[in-house]
């Protein structure tokens, strides 16, 4: 399964994914758009992280949970019609 994380500060939020490299060099952080993970997040393939930077709380999302809190945290194009 696919790990995204969404970040959700004072200043708005933003979606990010780590890439995992084979390398010795380090691992690369993306910036994602919110289709790109609603895409994969209603395919059953991905989990995302919502993290809250005011509260220091984390909350874990996937294709199970309840829609309410799906609405809540990450909007209406994550529920399926």
Not at 5 to 34: A, P
Request: proline share 1%; no cysteine.
């Amino acid at each position: 399964m696919n790990q995204y994380n969404k970040y959700i500060d004072l200043k708005g939020s933003y979606f990010t994914r780590v890439h995992k490299k084979k390398s010795k060099h380090g691992d690369k952080l993306r910036y994602l758009r919110e289709e790109t993970v609603a895409k994969e997040f209603l395919k059953g393939s991905a989990t995302v992280i919502v993290h809250i930077e005011e509260l220091d709380s984390d909350i874990e999302l996937d294709n199970f949970s309840d829609p309410e809190l799906i609405r809540t945290y990450l909007g209406d194009k994550f529920i399926e019609r």
